[in-house]
């Protein structure tokens, strides 16, 4: 074992194993420090990856190299495309994971790769010389040198396990220790630091469930892989099942409100608003006259479901006596207990655009610890920050990603900028560009950095070089070959269109609602390039959306100017008396890179940025003034 390396990544998770992968690919010499090396990749909640904006950021993860796509398709047991009935910038693959094939598909992919090392222990303490890292020290007494650290301790910083108001174990999650000293290191460097909760649900023996009580859900069953690169087969299938939860549970949760971590004063923290506990639902939502439960296999291994929709800090018997009045779960076996974990966050207005903690050089945070959940946000803050760590060593640009160029670029420019007041998750509504930040077209659009970048395989870029000439191939295609009246209007007719009188582009006729590009280009021409669904998809959207596309363009640019507009980090804006003393304080917090982020910070008016503007261009007039003189 080397006690030098170029990168140390600190946690195992999602956001560590990205990290430390990213790093890895270009070329870093990388050391992972787990506390427990069985658990790299730990699932800690919902055996899933992907759903709304989620899915979107894994497929963009993956156009890097990423972990979490690769790991998640070797695990499936049930894939489902969700909002396919809305249109395409919406649509979200969505994948239940067996937990123990995941795991061990993250370890694997990390072993495989060139220059990481992984080691199991503690670290207590980052090796600091003034406001740069130097390397971690572990509970060992062992000091690692290295120029870079990523910090991914997701929540084991203080963390603590409620349940009920009378148990209190601390720890990182079930059955691993929290860690301790590093927290108060962090804390005692000067950093700000909070709380947030978050919170898991029952697990139950599958065993013990009436299952004709419940309405089964399959997945679908399309030819689809969340990795560009890789077409790992796919394990056995398994249904998920819906319930629901009633008026006898939630009468027996408000009888025992008193008892909850939450509501009997336990927990301090904020939770996430959008996944509630079954505690916040039944006081928030009063009048819902029942809540939907999900039951989620773990794993083909095994038959223990996850219970989703149920989290909870209520005691031991309570969760047995509510879940026991859910149809289907009257005679269920309660094999692992809901609970609720609080722990420590550092606010990431703490943080530059690549995810460098300001006050320290060399010092990178990703994942929870930056007030997001959900590992997808936790995989694409790792790799953000694995990337961007070995940039400073080499003295090379950061990589910034813009908020059209990924949901990568919307998850960052959200925490540096506006900050959390809640556990942090990606929706497609937080973008504005999110017709052009599909699914589909995640490795058109980051493909060509990744591959610029180093961090693809030659393989990996041919099939990105074939990928975006099959796309350009059906659209050019599309645009110069005229399809028959005689042969499109059969299927005018069974879709109720209007037909067509003379030959038409096939672009044209494609742009019709219903209409398959892939269908008309085959009643065209003799012979239909064999391309993969993904580049038909791209195609017959960038066809049939063509217009809409050009104006996000046209906005993406507009907002690319303004992020041309840099601002001076040593700008003194408590002087700038022209902005408003709330856009003062703020901008001074946050102190953004360009024009474009300080619009982005709440409380910063238009005029606020036309007066920034105005005292940026008087100063460089005067600095120049000085050195003609």
Known sequence: MRNHYDVIVIGGGH???????AAARLGARVLLVTSNLETIGQMSCNPAVGGIAKGTVVREVDAFGGVIGRAADRATIQ???????????VWAPRAQCDRGLYRRAVRSLLEEQPGL???????????????CVRGVVTTGGETIRAAGVVLTAGTFLRGRIHIGTDTLIDAGRAGDPASMELAEQLEAMGLSVERFKTGTPPRIDGRSVDYSKLERQDGESPDYRFSHFVRAPRPEQRPCWITWAGEELKEIIRADMHRSALYGGAIAGRGPRYCPSIEDKVVKFPDAERHQVFLEPEGLDTSELYVNGLS??????TQLRFLQSV????????????????????PPQQLTPWLEVKAVSGLFFAGQVNGTTGYEEAAAQGLVAGINAVRRLRDREPVVLARDDGYLGVLVDDLVTRGVDEPYRLFTSRAEFRLLLRQ??????????????????????????????????LVTLARRVNVEPATANPVLRELGQTEIAEPQRVADVALRPGVSLRDMLGRAVRSVPGHLDDVWMSAEIELKYAGYLERERRAAARLAEMANFRLPQDLPYEELKSLSTEARQKLKRVRPQSLAQAGRIPGVSPSDLQNLVLEVVRRRSAAAEVTIK
Do not use: C, H, W
Not at 80 to 85: D, E, I, P, Q
């Open 117 to 131: 090392d992984l080691l199991q222990a503690t670290v207590a303490a980052l090796a600091v010389d003034g406001e």
């Open 327 to 346: 149809p289907g779960l009257e005679q269920v076996r309660m094999t692992r207990a809901g609970y609720a974990i609080e722990y420590d966050y550092y």
């Open 79 to 89: 894939f489902r495309m969700l909002n396919r009935s809305k249109g395409p910038a």
């Open 312 to 317: 909870t800090s209520l005691p031991v018997d």
């Open 15 to 21: 956001a560590g194993s990205e990290a430390a992968n």
């Open 440 to 473: 589909d077209n995640a490795l058109k659009r980051l493909g060509p950095l990744a591959a610029e970048l180093g961090m693809l395989s030659v393989g990996e870029r041919a099939e990105l070089e074939g990928r975006m000439r099959g796309e350009d191939e």
